[in-house]
């Protein structure tokens, strides 16, 4: 299972990085403009340097053209800038196009606002490297994002597609989990919700009562 952090913030990329569990990361227009990055320069840019933090991981970068020229335009500039950019590309009918154009030249993509699994089917069959159901904004709307994440899995694994679910839109460390219970190839989460899985209050006590132990007899 991969672990990718869903974010355009330098200092949270390098510290995922350090900690040596990252698989790549992921962005969108949101999570740029975020960070205050704008101009075509600019955003170019940090996509670079984002390659380098995550030294070898999966960068996805989403164009924001939504017509099939367009994206294919966009997209091409975007995987020329690094081999690890991973062009991002909205569930959309030209997407699915762009998506079948890319993956026939040997270009990764990820099939991103994924809600259903319809939309599912399509982007695995167009080739998608990976496809990213956004699971917090469907809970967000009393729908439930893990039960897309299970049937995802049942369905790719039935017809043996090579197209990775990216869960995304992650809120929590729970989610994490549910997400790796539910067949997930790959997380993609905010910083806090990767480092909550460190926790376990019987840790604490447990590392606590060795050290005072060890003291005891070491002085
Ligand atoms: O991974 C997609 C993510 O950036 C969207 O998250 O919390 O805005 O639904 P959220």
């Not at 962005?27 to 403009?33: E, G, I």
């Not at 367009?70 to 950019?85: D, F, T």
């Not at 039960?147 to 597609?161: D, Q, R, V």
Request: aromatic share 6%; proline share 3%; with cysteine.
């Amino acid at each position: 299972m991969k672990f990718f952090i869903d974010t355009a913030n330098l200092d949270q990329i390098k510290e995922a990085q350090d900690l040596g569990i990252l698989d790549g990361v992921t962005t969108n227009p949101s999570l740029m403009a975020k960070e205050g990055i704008k101009g075509d320069e600019n955003v170019k840019n940090h996509y670079k340097t984002i390659c380098q933090i995550a030294k070898g991981g999966e960068v996805s970068a989403e164009v924001i053209a939504t017509d099939f020229e367009g994206m294919i335009k966009e997209g091409e500039i975007l995987a020329a800038l690094n081999p690890q950019i991973v062009v991002k590309i909205p569930m959309i009918k030209d997407g699915i196009k762009a998506i079948k154009y890319f993956s026939d030249k040997g270009i990764k993509t990820n099939c991103t606002l994924v809600f259903s699994l319809g939309q599912a089917l399509l982007a695995a069959k167009a080739g998608a490297t990976f496809v990213s159901p956004f699971i917090g904004r469907l809970d967000d709307i009393s729908s439930d994002g893990v039960e897309l994440i299970h049937k995802m899995s049942e369905m790719y694994n039935f017809y043996a597609f090579d197209t990775q679910i990216l869960a995304a839109s992650i809120r929590s460390t729970q989610h994490i989990i549910q997400c790796a219970e539910a067949g997930a190839d790959v997380i993609t989460a905010p910083l806090d919700a990767i480092m909550g899985l460190l926790n376990h209050p019987l840790t604490d006590i447990g590392l606590a009562k060795f050290l005072a132990d060890h003291k005891k007899v070491n002085g």
